[in-house]
C-alpha cells in the first residue's frame, strides 16, 4: 500500500508547485532576477552595456522602485543602487534604498561598496579630488580621509571609472600616475584582512613604491600617497610617527593613523625632552606632541635637547645655547658651540676651544687647537702639539703628542727611511759593478 501512494508524490508536488510557478510568471519578463527575503532584484536589457533598468520588486512582482540603472544586493539590509540620471562628469551617482525599497542614503556619492560589519566607503567629490569618508547605515560619517592634504593625487581631471558591463554598482574610480594606476579605496585579501586586524594599532602598507596606513577596523586612514615613513621610530616618538608626502614631511598618531601635523616641514630631528626640532622656509623652531610650536622658527642650525635643559643654536653664523622655553641662556656670540654633556659645553673662539657649564661660566678658557665634546666624564684636547686628557674640573692629564705631532713624526721617519734605503741600493749597486768589472 505505501509503495502504491508513493508513487503519487511527485505528482502531488507539482500540483502544489503550479500556483507558484504561475504566480511568478512575470519574473519571464525581465532579463535576469536575483531573490531576497521579501522580493527580487529584477533587471531589463534592451542593449547590452548601453540600455538597461533596474528594480525593486515584491514577492508578486510589485514594483517597489522606479527604474534604476542597477541595484547590488543587500547586506546588513541596505541595497547600493544607481539612479538613471549621472553627474555632470558622466560618473554613475551611488546610494542605499532598503528592502521596502525606500531611500536610506541618497545617490550623492562617485561609488561605494557593500556594507560590511555597519560600515562602508564612499567616494565623492572634493573641489579639484575626490575625496573618501566611510558611513553608517544612517549615513552618518564614520571617519573623513582627509585628501585635502594630498593635493598632488586623486584629482578629478586625472580620473577614470573602469565598470563591468550592465553593472553599475561594480564601479570603480582610479587615477592613472606614470602609466600606472592607483585606487583611493583598498580591499584587502582575507590573509591580509587578518594580519590588519591583528595589529596593536595602525598598520603600514605598500602598493607600487607609495605607503598608506589603515587601522585595525579596516579604516583608511591615509591614503596611498605617502613617499616615506618611519615604522623604526628614528626620526619619531611621543606617539607621532614621522611621514612625508612629496619633498615634505609631517607627522601622524601612531595609535590611529591621524594626520597631527601636515606635510609643511624640509627637515626634522628626532625628539628629545618631549619637543621636535623642525625645519620650516629654511628655518629651525620647536613643537610638541600636539603640532603645536614652541620656540619660534629662527636658528639656522640646532640640537637636540639634553639632560641639562639646553641646546646649541646658531643664528648667522654665532653659537649659543636656549632651554626649552626658548629663553637664551648662554649667548649667541661664539663661532661654535656644542651640545652640553655632564654639564660641560665645547665652544670655539677664534680657532681656539675651550668649555663652559650650564652659567656660561669658563671650565677652561678657549686655548686648545682641537677638542671634543664631554661624551663621557673625560674628554681629549691639544694645546701647543701635546695631547691632554682633560677633566670636568678642567684639570689636564698629559697621554702624549699630539695627532698632529706623531703624523709628523711618522713621515719624517718614513722619509729617513726611504732615504737609507735609497742609499744602501746605491751602494749596494756599485759594489757589484766593480765586481763585475774586475
Known sequence: ???????????????????QAIAQSWLTEYKEHRKFDGGYIVKKVAIPCRSYEAYLVDANGKKLTPAFRDIADFYDGLAEFVPMQQDLEGFGLHGFINKKGEIIINPIYTGTDHF?????????????????????????????????????????????????????????????????FFILNFNFSPFIENEIKKSKFIYHFLYKGKYGIIDKNMILRVPVSLDDIDPTYEFSGQGMERVKYGDKYGYINVFNGDIIVPFIYSDTRKPTNGLFWVKKNNKWGCIDKTGKTRIAFLYDEATGFTAEDRSAVAINGKFGHIDKSGKIRTPLKYDFASYYNHGRSMVRIDDKYGYIDTTGRFITEAIYDEALPFDKVTTNVERSWLRYQLALDGSEKLVGFSYKLNAVFILIALFIYVRINSFLFNRFKKTKALKAQK
Open 116 to 180: 560590511q560589519d555597519g560600515k562602508t566607503w564612499v567616494i565623492y567629490r572634493a573641489g579639484k579630488q575626490f575625496g573618501l569618508s566611510y558611513i553608517d547605515t544612517q549615513g552618518k560619517t564614520i571617519y573623513k580621509v582627509p585628501i585635502h592634504y594630498f593635493n598632488k593625487d586623486f584629482m578629478i581631471s586625472k580620473a577614470e571609472v573602469r565598470f563591468l558591463c550592465s553593472r553599475d554598482t561594480r564601479e570603480d574610480v582610479i587615477w592613472w600616475q606614470k602609466r600606472d
Open 1 to 19: 500500500m505505501f509503495q502504491s501512494a508513493s508513487r503519487y508524490i511527485p505528482f502531488l508536488l507539482i500540483l502544489l508547485n503550479v500556483p
